[in-house]
């Protein structure tokens, strides 16, 4: 049973960075893709980045293309998620999931797993 685990949360100033953690455990695929989503108070879940590790893309995002970078440790079965140039429209509970599917996708609906969420909060 895989099990995902955030951190990294907290409460930033805008144009400030924090760098989230999931770490994975339980976890013995060889494909899979993780991805971030997230969740602002009275709104859908919407998509941030994923990786899949499938064919190594990776994918981002409109809104934080350009500012957030996914990446992962493989020895510690860890994925991050580098925030830089916050804004409070950022602001939401960051989950990550994952796809464990052979040909995984990135997709909200397709994620096997999630984690409990961290929040991040973008305020003076």
């Known amino acids: 049973q895989v099990q995902l685990v955030e951190s990294g949360g907290g409460l930033v100033q805008p144009g400030g960075s924090l760098r989230l953690s999931c770490a994975a455990s339980g976890l013995t695929l060889d494909y899979y893709a993780i991805a971030w989503f997230r969740q602002a108070p009275g709104k859908e879940r919407e998509g941030v980045s994923c990786i899949n590790l499938h064919d190594g893309s990776t994918a981002y995002d409109d809104p934080v293309n350009g500012r957030f970078t996914i990446s992962r440790d493989d020895a510690k079965n860890t994925f991050y998620l580098q925030m830089n140039r916050l804004k409070p429209e950022d602001t939401a509970v960051y989950y990550c999931?994952?796809?464990?599917?052979?040909?995984?996708?990135?997709?909200?609906?397709?994620?096997?797993?999630w984690g409990k969420g961290t929040l991040v909060t973008v305020s003076e």
């Open positions: 999931a994952l796809d464990g599917d052979y040909y995984p996708g990135c997709g909200v609906d397709g994620m096997d797993y």
